[in-house]
């Protein structure tokens, strides 16, 4: 059974103060492992896809990158606009379904 | 990308009640699946629904309960049936082009 564990459940940084989140996943076989940023009330919005360990991606003050076991999105300077909850999910190989684990929950003050 | 929207955006229902959510996208798309997020918790799968054959239901959940339809390539509905307080949760609709896009959810509170 495809398992995502994000942790911490909740981080709160001073702005401009950088971090990661990590998000440790078992999955048979890996065709995509997913980051997502959903605000309170709304829909989760699509930020990266990584496919293979090693592999990096950027946008903005966010960069996730790719291991064989885990992921990290690390977050660099980040503003008070960056708040929100962000979400870790996997898609084996075998099927188009979404695991999604249970999420950080980033405040950041000004 | 996709642009998804969904109907209502929210609602209040009494127990024993079904209400239906819709699901539009701005273009043909093969997938599309309906998520369940109830409070506190992250996105469970309900089932995933292509155009021209019964939808696939996850563990746990089953047609009698959540019926869905979908009757072309840009349109799906979720039916919540006999609901009581547990159902309460917002319901997601996603659609997979090239990655799995979410629309806006609905809100249901059952009282």
């Known amino acids: 059974e495809d398992q995502v564990t994000q942790s911490p459940e909740a981080l709160r940084l001073q702005e401009g103060e950088s971090s990661s989140l990590n998000c440790s996943y078992t999955?048979?076989?890996?065709?995509?492992l997913f980051w997502y940023r959903q605000d309170p009330g709304k829909g989760p919005e699509f930020l990266f896809t990584?496919?293979?360990a090693g592999e990096e991606k950027e946008k903005e003050r966010l960069k996730a990158t790719l291991t064989k076991k885990e992921s990290f999105l690390h977050i660099t300077a980040p503003k008070p606009e960056d708040s929100a909850t962000y979400l870790c999910?996997?898609?084996?190989?075998?099927?188009?379904?979404?695991?999604f684990g249970e999420g950080t929950q980033l405040t950041v003050n000004p | 990308s996709a642009v998804i929207s969904q109907k209502p955006s929210r609602d209040i229902c009494q127990r024993g009640t079904s209400l239906t959510i819709q699901c539009q996208v701005d273009?043909?798309?093969?997938?599309m699946f309906w998520y369940r997020q109830q409070p506190g918790q992250s996105l469970t799968l309900i089932a995933t629904?292509?155009?021209?054959?019964?939808?696939?239901?996850e563990s746990g959940f089953v047609i009698d309960k959540f019926p869905i339809s979908r009757p072309n390539l840009t349109f799906s509905t979720l039916t919540v049936s006999n609901m009581s307080p547990e159902d309460s949760s917002i319901y997601l609709c996603?659609?997979?082009?090239?990655?799995?896009?979410f629309g806006p959810g609905t809100r249901l509170l059952v009282l």
């Open positions: 996603s659609v997979e082009v090239e990655t799995q896009y």
């Open positions: 999955v048979s076989g890996l065709r995509g």
């Open positions: 990584l496919y293979s």
């Open positions: 999910a996997v898609q084996a190989a075998s099927g188009s379904r979404l695991t």
């Open positions: 273009s043909q798309v093969t997938m």
């Open positions: 629904a292509n155009q021209g054959s019964e939808a696939t239901y």
